[in-house]
């Protein structure tokens, strides 16, 4: 007997404990009275009772008695050997406690464990107590065991309530056999295994030619890289030699600047000596000027008239200074001349630093061909929140069509209520580029910043937005309310290509072969991120491009 107390035949399989008021079903499996009621008091049965075990069903519900055999060696068990079946099933169940994102197992009531397996005839899923008789009864073996799901309510005909067994590839449904003998029949049906297996082919195809991809994409990827890295060598290469060139012509100018400095100095100290020596010469005619005045006051104040008239002769006949010359015309010095010749070199680095100003201009040249484009293609997603109420947003929110039905939208900060058009939900800086086609009267494509006064505004009628407007007979441009003609072809394909930092939005008409014909270019300076919005007139539709 010690033997067998420590068997699992003396645990009941739903509660996992040892047997308390044993009851023996017709089956010969054997549960608790509380455990085995309570199984079946929490499902709906039908009128249907089954064993938790062997799923053995019994008509009607059966009436309960205590097995008295069982009660006397449950009695008589030690309890040190219970206590150690107790542990032991108390164990199993620890590991198998249900945590975040787990299945329970159906058929566990006292505590629920973690399902390891799902049956897909019985349309329930068991913990690894509970499954045990799929493994070793013969009334299991036609039943099949899969992996532990969820949604195994998904594997189940709505309508018949039976097991999805068939594809109808008429409907492309999987269907459950009476639905090929009903709404389905004389419909191209094989079972789920056959069609499986022919899609496992179009799989295999499938893979093969995503791997190709794959290693096209890689292979363009280290193209680009190597492209990368070879325009970094170049960009640093030319910085260098730019530096070199900028700082050659910043010596040199500094070298004229320096010989005009010393040519000015010279110029005025050779003036300057001029000047020294010429106001000697003066300084000492005035000094024989004066010594003269004073001869003759002291001549006129003699009463002698015989020395008076002795020494008026000298004095009068002596030789006065000769005329001052133009002191203007001995200073003149060149610095005009160098001061003009200064302004004009002035004028000539004005010149070179606007060349120098456009050479980013001739660098920052936008792709030339699509596929250059498509380098910078991104994602967008139209935003429900700013729609029109007139305008129906489809096909993932990549596809927007004017309605005359309002579609009774909530209230939003961002929604435009006068004029019928939508932005996308993100707003774009850096390189980008995209692509829609549109069809019908008339569409507006844009490119605006975000903010209250757009709301309330057309496209191409504030200083924010730039917009392009196409329609069965005309195309122009729009911005601030000016209008600009475009006379060149254009086709039911834009692309709008934005590099932010360079302040550059190109819009272009792309044929169906992919050549790339621009519409209009802006120039300018962009401060904020923008933002793609449609126009949509009545009768009207654009759809967002998926750009590989």
């Known amino acids: 007997m010690a033997g067998s107390c420590s068997s699992d035949i003396f645990l009941c399989s739903i509660c996992l404990d040892g047997l308390k008021n044993p009851v023996t079903l017709h089956c010969g499996h054997s549960y608790c009275q509380e455990c085995v009621n309570a199984f079946w008091d929490q499902r709906d049965q039908n009128g249907l009772y089954t064993c938790p075990q062997c799923v053995h069903p019994f008509t009607p519900r059966p009436v309960l008695s205590k097995s008295i055999l069982l009660a006397d060696v449950m009695g008589k068990m030690c309890g040190g050997e219970r206590e150690e079946a107790k542990a032991a099933a108390a164990a199993a169940a620890v590991e198998e406690e249900v945590v975040s994102g787990d299945v329970e197992c159906d058929f566990c009531t006292v505590r629920r464990l973690k399902a390891v397996k799902s049956c897909l005839v019985c349309l329930a899923s068991y913990c690894s107590t509970h499954v045990q008789p799929h493994y070793l009864s013969a009334a299991f073996k036609r039943h099949t065991l899969v992996e532990v799901s969820a949604s195994i309510q998904d594997q189940i005909c709505p309508k018949h309530d039976k097991l999805l067994e068939v594809y109808c590839r008429s409907d492309g449904h999987c269907v459950c056999l009476l639905c090929v003998m009903d709404e389905h029949k004389g419909h191209d049906t094989v079972s789920a295994a056959a069609e499986r297996e022919d899609r496992q082919k179009q799989f295999g195809k499938k893979k093969q030619k995503n791997q190709r991809r794959i290693q096209d994409k890689e292979k363009q990827l280290r ?45 005025e100290k050779a003036a300057m000596s001029r000047a020294g020596a010429m106001v000697d010469r003066l300084e000492r005619e005035i000094c024989e000027l004066r010594k003269g005045e004073d001869a003759l006051k002291q001549l006129s104040l003699t009463e002698n008239h015989i020395h008076f008239l002795q020494s008026f002769q000298t004095i009068f006949d002596c030789p006065e200074p000769d005329e001052s010359p133009d002191f203007n015309i001995h200073l003149h010095t060149s610095f005009d001349s160098m001061t003009k010749a200064i302004c004009n070199l002035r004028d000539q680095m004005e010149n070179i630093t606007q060349a120098i100003a456009e050479i980013p201009e001739t660098i920052q040249a936008d792709p030339k061909t699509r596929g250059e484009f498509l380098l910078y293609s991104c994602s967008l997603s139209l935003d429900p929140n700013t729609a029109f109420e007139s305008l129906v947003l489809s096909e ?42 549109w069809k019908g009267p008339r569409v507006e494509v844009a490119m605006c910043y975000k903010g209250s006064e757009l ?50 939005l190109s819009f272009y ?8 014909m621009l519409l209009h270019r802006v120039q300018t300076t962009f401060s904020k991120p923008l933002y793609p919005g449609f126009m949509v007139s009545r009768g009207s539709s654009v759809k967002i491009r998926a750009l590989k």
């Open 223 to 267: 193209q680009l890289r190597q492209k990368m890295d070879s325009l970094k060598c170049s960009g640093d290469a030319a910085v260098k030699e730019a530096q070199k060139v900028y700082t050659e012509i910043v010596r040199v100018a500094d070298m004229r600047r320096c010989a005009v400095e010393q040519g000015i100095r010279a110029e």
């Open 509 to 516: 008409s792309v044929s169906d072969s992919g050549q790339m």
């Open 396 to 437: 993932g929110n990549s596809k927007v069509t004017w309605n005359k039905r309002d579609q009774h939208r909530p209230q939003h900060p961002d929604r435009f209520t006068r004029y019928d058009q939508v932005l996308c939900t993100d707003g774009l800086s850096g390189v980008c580029y995209w692509e829609v086609d």
């Open 455 to 504: 709301q309330e505004s057309c496209f191409g009628y504030t200083d924010q937005s730039w917009c392009v407007s196409l329609s069965a007979s005309s195309c122009t441009f729009w911005h601030n309310e000016v209008k600009t003609r475009i006379s060149v072809h254009y086709s039911v394909t834009v692309g709008v290509y934005l590099n932010h930092q360079a302040g550059s």
